[in-house]
């Protein structure tokens, strides 16, 4: 039988070009896959700045809304560029924020009261300090001054709130525009972060924006716009946290002073040992330590993301907050002239003696604007002492409805302007006239003080017409009224000036 021939072997050829072609092949793979890697664990990174002083941290530090309401670093700097006929032309390049009423430090790229911590890439969210940081300045032409702890006077919260939401919603928010924008300004953002920004990141900001401008916020047109310096804080919280239905109340408030809160509640203490200690404009929680949380819930902290820690420092930091003095010219006989008014007029509400300092006043008698009271409604008194945390981390029990305001001490009235509840009335001169001599419109928002009349200077204005600087306040609109507070009316000039200086003393 013959044999089959054996079938020939393949001779091995080693082609040094196919190797090559593999080597780079596999590192070019495995290059990908390292710098993947890197970036997407990058995006379970979370790092938050440290502080050494309780005061940075009050001012930068991060509270626990940087996940949720958080915006990406980046994308936020170059908005007014992406967006630039929904802000004005003359703003500081990187300081287009101030349009707003935000300050900026030397040394910084964001302003005082947004924390920048990291969460994949660079966010930024606001925090305490955005409604508890103001300026002032001694003259038109002097430079400003930026006092921590005080009230906000030129924050325009809901204008900042409708640019970012106008923009990021509108036809000029395009993933190549925001690109280009943001690899112009910052030049070291890599290709995968631009990627990640094009396919995920801006997408998720329009879906956002269009949530906040048709859900969380839509109620707020058809309320008087808060101008700077005021807020509404506790509607946005009623309507989206507490889930408690839109209804047609208006909030509007001034921020307010945070300092000197340890001295308050000793003098409260001492001088009312069976009452509780208020807080707030109304007094509507008796409990410091809520109010910093229900605070911090309104700046969009969440309980998945709450950590009690930065709210004891901030607590801390508090505790030792006092108000700045003003810097008056000393004039001892006006002094004594003002104090002995003073004591008259007004120590039985505002003195450290007075038997009704840090009582509640029923609103029927200071007959100030009572929207406020209104909003504060029986519903949402239950819904938040009902806001306890399942995980035992805080209790809310001291939310009270108490139709009246809060007779405060007057430390740094000086630069508490403008006054009442509501901002509505521009000076202390005005304050100590009757209702119908006070201002009926008037430019709120600007920064030199006015020693002679006590507060802001505050020109007058036609709210059809006014377009700034600053915001036009019509108190003819619902919650602007000037009304109320009669105490102080029958004053001469000359006894309004001597008390007013002594107030700006205080």
């Known amino acids: 039988m013959a044999r089959k021939n054996p079938r020939p072997r393949r001779r091995f050829r080693l082609s040094w070009r196919r190797v090559v072609w593999n080597v780079v092949k596999v590192s070019a793979l495995f290059a990908v896959i390292v710098i993947g890697w890197q970036t997407y664990t990058h995006l379970f990174e979370r790092s938050y700045p440290t502080f050494a002083s309780d005061e940075d941290f009050f001012k930068y530090g991060a509270i626990g809304n940087e996940n949720d309401d958080g915006l990406p670093f980046k994308i936020w700097a170059v908005l007014p560029k992406v967006c630039p006929k929904l802000i004005s032309a003359s703003v500081t ?58 009230a906000a006077n030129r924050l325009d919260s809901l204008s900042y709130l409708r640019f970012v939401s106008g923009c990021v919603g509108g036809p000029e928010f395009t993933a190549d525009k925001v690109l280009a924008a943001v690899e112009a ?10 990627l990640l920004y094009r396919v995920a990141v801006i997408p998720m900001m329009r879906d956002s924006s269009l949530k906040m401008l048709t859900e969380r916020y839509a109620w707020t047109w058809d309320r008087p716009a808060w101008g700077p310096g005021r807020v509404d804080p506790f509607n946005p919280v009623k309507f989206d946290y507490l889930r408690q239905p839109i209804d047609d109340t208006v909030g509007n408030s001034d921020m307010m002073t945070i300092w000197n809160t340890a001295e308050k509640a000793a003098l409260s203490k001492k001088l009312h040992p069976d009452q509780p200690i208020y807080w707030h404009w109304d007094g509507l929680s008796s409990d410091l330590w809520e109010v910093i949380l229900n605070s911090a819930f309104g700046d969009g902290t969440r309980k998945n993301e709450f950590d009690e820690k930065p709210f ?28 002995a008014l ?165």
């Open 312 to 339: 004891r420092r901030i607590e801390t930091y508090l505790h030792d907050l006092k108000s700045p003095k003003a810097p008056l010219r000393a004039d001892p006989a006006l002094r004594a002239a003002g104090e």
């Open 93 to 150: 390049p990187g300081r287009e924020y101030e349009e707003f009423g935000f300050i900026y430090e030397d040394g910084k790229d964001w302003p005082i009261g947004l924390s920048k911590s990291r969460i994949g890439f660079d966010r930024v969210a606001i925090n305490c300090a955005v409604c508890h940081s103001q300026r002032y300045k001694l003259s038109q032409d002097s430079k400003p001054v930026t006092i921590i702890g005080g």
């Open 342 to 506: 003073f004591n008259r007029e007004c120590a039985n509400c505002h003195g450290a003696s007075g038997a009704r300092t840090l009582t509640l006043i029923p609103a029927v008698e200071i007959g100030t604007d009572d929207n406020r009271l209104k909003m504060w409604t029986d519903s949402a008194t239950k819904a938040y002492n009902l806001y306890d945390d399942e995980k035992g981390r805080w209790k809310f029990d001291n939310f009270n409805n108490i139709e009246a305001y809060l007779a405060q001490p007057l430390g740094g009235i000086w630069l508490a302007g403008p006054y009442l509840h509501n901002g509505s009335v521009p000076t202390l001169d005005d304050l100590l006239k009757p209702a119908n001599q006070r201002p009926r419109s008037f430019v709120r928002g600007l920064e030199e003080i006015d020693f002679a009349k006590g507060g802001y200077f505050a020109p007058p204005c036609d709210p059809a017409s006014y377009r700034g600087p600053g915001f036009c306040y019509d108190t003819s609109m619902q919650g602007n009224s000037s009304n109320g507070h009669n105490y102080g009316a029958a004053l001469t000039e000359l006894e309004r000036r001597a008390l007013v200086y002594y107030l700006l003393t205080l």
């Open 185 to 194: 300004r910052f030049p070291e953002t890599t290709w995968f972060e631009s």
